[in-house]
């Protein structure tokens, strides 16, 4: 089965950058999603940003549109999200995922079957 592996996490101030990796090992189906998540200190994961493995249609959530990008190195079976302008609201532990969301459901954690362990964004003010 798949296993993911995020990394690139840290500490940034207001306004700066950071550009999260996650590595997948096992078998990944070109059609299934990509998505990353985060969770916030006392609050449900929510969707960040997703695609698919075969796909270019890129899906981001309204708080981190024009700021972050999701990205992929299928060779490397490799998402990346690259997060600018960061803000202290996207302070959470950042998780990505792999699964077989349909369209509507890219969004939704109930749409992915396999997470990562996480990886801790802090932006101080």
């Known amino acids: 089965q798949v296993r993911l592996v995020e990394s690139g996490g840290g500490l940034v101030q207001s306004g700066g950058s950071l550009r999260l990796s996650c590595s997948a090992s096992?078998?990944?189906?070109?059609?299934?999603?990509m998505g990353w998540f985060r969770r916030a200190p006392g609050k449900e994961r929510e969707f960040v940003a997703a695609v698919r493995w075969s796909g270019e249609t890129t899906h981001y959530a309204e708080a981190v549109k024009d700021r972050f990008t999701i990205s992929k190195d299928n060779a490397k079976n490799t998402v990346y999200l690259q997060m600018n302008d960061l803000k202290p609201e996207d302070t959470a532990v950042y998780y990505c995922a792999t699964g077989s969301a349909v369209r509507v459901l890219m969004r939704a954690p109930r749409g992915y079957d396999y997470w990562g362990q996480g990886t801790q964004v802090t932006v101080s003010s």
């Open positions: 096992g078998r990944v189906f070109s059609n299934h999603a």
